[in-house]
């Protein structure tokens, strides 16, 4: 019964974000900054998806944008949630409540209007929408713990350091990094594949939730398009291509994995 608020929960989590990197005058990551107007129109798209107007064009253009950054600035990777998300709103389209939908039942007949407002069926969600959602929060998850622990590994264990989280857990700094890399590595590529899809998902937002307080310098707003997958995919669950769906599919395992699973 919730599936009918995943176009919306989209449009919110990846909107903020997109919104958040217009006024930081930043293209997705700091280091790769917006001058003059640019910042603007990545601001405005923010707002669009947000109140749900032209949906799907404004996430392909954002989608673009981030390929842009992508570029620039291969680390743009550890967003890659961002990515995964515009790419499920070009999908599933605007949903209700929306000015797209407003728009489409005050002018029926208006021209172009179904491409760009319709809303894909529920019953279509398990096709590719989980799919996105799963690719762009575990490849994110798998992103982080790889990059942003491992590849620059001695600015991992100044953030150790800076916030005292040898404190929270008494065990050394390279521990910490270490565990804290195959923590999210695994949690990425569980969720990637499909594997306890609804079950990786909320054990993705409980350690996204420490992230925050334990992190108190990081940009929250960083997290909410994590967060906002997250929560997509315990709706959803893992849908029909994941290891979640086929292992329900195999006899004897349907009735008691299938709901599990989010099959």
């Not at 319709?118 to 982080?144: H, Q």
Request: hydrophobic content about 55%.
């Amino acid at each position: 019964e919730y599936q009918q608020y995943v176009p919306w929960m989209l449009r919110l989590a990846v909107g903020l974000v997109v919104i958040g990197a217009g006024l930081g005058r930043v293209l997705f990551a700091p280091n790769v900054p917006l001058d003059g107007w640019p910042y603007l129109v990545l601001t405005a798209l923010g707002f669009l998806l947000l109140l749900g107007f032209a949906v799907r064009p404004v996430a392909l253009l954002a989608l673009a944008g981030y390929a842009v950054a992508l570029v620039i600035d291969p680390r743009v990777i550890g967003i890659f949630d961002v990515a995964g998300g515009l790419a499920a709103i070009a999908v599933v389209g605007p949903g209700s409540p929306s000015l797209d939908d407003l728009l489409r039942t005050a002018f029926p007949r208006a021209p172009g209007r179904e491409p760009v407002t319709r809303t894909v069926s529920e019953a279509r969600y398990g096709d590719l929408v989980p799919l996105l959602v799963r690719v762009g929060l575990g490849g994110a998850l798998a992103a982080s713990g790889i990059v942003d622990k491992l590849v620059i590994y001695e600015q991992a264990l100044a953030a150790v350091d800076k916030y005292g989280l040898t404190r929270v857990v008494p065990v050394s700094a390279e521990l910490w990094v270490v565990g804290a890399a195959a923590v999210e590595t695994a949690l990425g590529i569980a969720i990637l594949f499909g594997v306890l899809t609804r079950f990786c998902a909320v054990l993705a937002f409980v350690v996204l939730t420490l992230a925050v307080f334990a992190l108190p310098d990081d940009p929250v707003i960083a997290h909410v398009g994590l967060f906002g997958l997250s929560s997509v995919l315990v709706v959803l669950g893992g849908g029909r291509w994941s290891l979640d769906a086929l292992i329900a599919r195999r006899p004897g395992l349907r009735g008691a994995t299938s709901e599990a699973f989010g099959t």
